[in-house]
């Protein structure tokens, strides 16, 4: 059969509708973090496994992220893994033995509504790092891997030519200290108020 003009334009019309689908992927917002510091990220889930609503997420945590917490989200049960390590390591002025290894939030979400996941994450110092937060994403029995990297030193662009990339923030340069001072600074500044060492 010959193809009609409008035939065309409308299949056309498909194929752009559907490759824009596709690319909503799983994403941090605004893919990025200063360098050293607490930033609340937030994973943006636009969409289930095709039309199945999402009913669980599980983030590995980065081993170059030392701070970790996820929000408590309302109408879903959060839960943390820790991953208990060969020798413990210094973190500060404590020992620590075990590290966060992965969230699990557990509800439901229908395909067609945006998930928001907030978390606290201390970004590495190391500007142009790309740090992975991979996402199993499981609806039912049915589960996508959000897990595809690129080498080290690959841009971050080269992220979205995977078939199911990571969401990921790349760290860049911090206009300054995040409180304003450097730690010598306020440390100066406790001991001429006569302060004691923050709490952890
Ligand atoms: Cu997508």
Redesign the pocket.
Known sequence: MKKSPVLMATVGMILVVASQ??????IIENFKGRAGYNEFLRLMV??GCGPLATTELRMKVPVNVPLFAPEQKAGWETEIVWRKLDEPVRRGATMVTEVYDEVIWRGNLPSSQLGVFHFLARMPSEVGTIVPFKVIQKCGDKEDRWIEVVEDGEPAWKMWAQQYPSPYVEVVEAPGPQLGATMKQLQEERQKQGQGAPPE
Request: aromatic fraction near 0%; hydrophobic fraction near 40%; avoid cysteine.
């Open positions: 689908s596709a690319s909503a992927h799983l636009p969409h």
